[in-house]
């Protein structure tokens, strides 16, 4: 990068600090994408006269509300709800809802304005949102949950529609949450909409979603291997997590010929030297989505080491996949891995690299394939979800996942496309964020001052 576009840079930062204060994950998300459109947009200064950067970091509507609700014990509690509305300017507002203590603006709005350059990407029409709460779903009893989820719907209800804002799941919200935010709204509007994606497949949900984003990120690595001639088979994978994308990235991980040593959660890391195969798996799933305990169990049960408080990039592999949350490598943790022989990074989670472990990564010239592109699987087959709900249909499994496939396969030829260098080197950062502005920005242009 230039001075002079350096210089921008941290101009155009500045101001979104000063607007935005203490929101640093929304800091982070915005310094690494202007980073990559500035010197494109100096190439098509259009796009600067428009302010069409100034506008994006700017939410359409961000809407905050009070969720009221009565614990088993009859006692009041008393919790944050939030829904991001960030751009509508390809379709409707689409991201999901995160359930989580730590959840406060600057981290719904980081995930907002990544999941508008993600849904573009999908090629499909969806504009880009996210939501959630502070509520912690852990230790809560189903009918807490249940009573929470309707108290939370009692307001969303009326910002979301079909065609409007379409939710779905992220951390702490699966199907069991799906289900009780999808029985309250229908109650409320006395409709059955595709008005949430990741529903039952019994009542208008799609085959194939929640496998979506853990096989999508592999998908995309398997994309990333193949530009040096490779496959996953013999590669050991370390994965971080054990939720939804995690468990999924390790079945596509393992059938494509690829071992699984890694799991973990909040409490530590499982290790375990001979790969985590589909019947230690089905253990886990039951472990994690049934019984809702911790993956140490997991340790004791196959006779593997559990590493109580760390994160697990310290293991040997060849691919890592990090599919927990933000911020889980930092630059010592990916210079660990590189130094390792770890030559293949797909996030599955959302912005789960440093800046600093980012840099490094495209530094060292290793296949990084950033999470806007990498999980993107997850949204574009929520995408799939509102057109067979559209059309009253449902796709067989092997329709949606030879649609998701097709779709992370063209993900990875548009970050090829905008993000390979002169001496050949993709760097899918620039492609990712790029190749997911232009559509957006354009439609925008086109829009008029909206
Ligand atoms: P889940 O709630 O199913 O699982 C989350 C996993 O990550 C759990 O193992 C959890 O451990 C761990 N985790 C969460 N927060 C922390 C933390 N602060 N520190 C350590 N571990 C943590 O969520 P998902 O699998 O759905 O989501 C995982 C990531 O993937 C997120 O970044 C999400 O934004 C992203 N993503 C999800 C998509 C989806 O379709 N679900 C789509 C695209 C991206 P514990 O149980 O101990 O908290
Ligand atoms: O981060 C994400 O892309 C998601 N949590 C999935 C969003 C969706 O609407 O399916």
């Not at 919790?79 to 406060?104: C, D, Q, W």
């Not at 919200?173 to 497949?201: A, D, M, P, S």
């Not at 999470?371 to 949606?400: F, I």
Request: proline share 4%; with cysteine.
């Amino acid at each position: 990068m230039s001075n002079v576009t350096e210089k921008k840079l941290n101009d155009f930062m500045a101001k979104v600090i000063a607007k935005n204060p203490s929101e640093i994950e929304f800091h982070q998300a915005v310094h690494e994408v202007v980073g990559s459109l500035l010197p494109y947009i100096e190439e098509h200064p259009h796009y600067s006269e428009a302010k069409i950067l100034e506008r994006m970091v700017e939410p359409e509507r961000v809407i905050l509300f009070r969720v009221p609700w009565l614990d088993d014990k009859g006692e009041v509690q008393i919790n944050k709800g939030y829904r991001i509305e960030m751009n509508s300017a390809i379709g409707p507002y689409k991201g999901g809802l995160r359930f989580h203590p730590t959840v406060n603006l600057g981290i719904l709005k980081f995930l907002a304005f990544e999941q508008v350059l993600k849904n573009s990407l999908t090629t499909l029409p969806m504009g880009g949102g996210k939501g959630g709460s502070d509520f912690d779903p852990k230790g809560k009893s189903d009918n807490d949950v249940m009573r929470f989820c309707q108290s939370f719907m009692s307001e969303l209800f009326r910002h979301i529609g079909p065609n409007t804002d379409v939710p779905a799941g992220d951390i702490g919200v699966g199907g069991r949450e799906i289900g009780f935010l999808f029985g309250q709204y229908k109650r409320l509007r006395n409709e059955f909409t595709g008005v949430l994606t990741g529903k039952g497949i019994e009542w208008g949900g799609s085959l194939i979603r929640p496998e979506a984003t853990g096989y999508g990120a592999t998908y995309f690595a398997e994309e990333m291997l193949k530009t040096r001639g490779q496959s996953f088979v013999g590669k050991v994978v370390v994965i971080s997590g054990s939720g939804n994308v995690a468990q999924y990235a390790t079945e596509k991980v393992t059938q494509l010929g690829g071992k699984v040593v890694t799991l973990s959660d909040s409490s530590g890391y499982i290790y375990d030297e001979k790969g985590i195969d589909a019947e230690k798996l089905a253990f886990i799933m039951q472990l994690k989505n049934v019984k809702r305990g911790r993956i140490a169990e997991y340790a004791a049960k196959f006779g593997a080491k559990f590493v109580e408080g760390e994160r697990p990039w310290g293991v040997k592999c060849d691919v890592a996949m990090p599919c927990a949350t933000q911020n889980e490598i930092n630059e010592d943790e990916a210079k660990m891995l590189v130094a390792n022989g770890c030559f293949v990074v797909s996030e599955g989670a959302n912005m789960p690299s440093t800046p600093e472990a980012v840099d490094f990564y495209v530094k060292s010239k290793i296949l990084y394939g950033p999470g806007k592109a990498a999980n993107a699987g997850g949204v574009a087959t929520s995408g799939l979800e509102m057109s067979q709900n559209s059309l009253r249909l449902s796709w067989t499994r092997a329709e949606v996942d030879a649609r998701l496939h097709q779709i992370m396969v063209d993900i990875h030829q548009t970050c090829v496309k905008y993000g390979t260098q002169p001496d050949g080197f993709i760097n899918y950062v620039n492609g990712a964020n790029i190749g997911g502005f232009v559509k957006v920005a354009d439609a925008m242009l086109a829009q008029g001052l909206v």
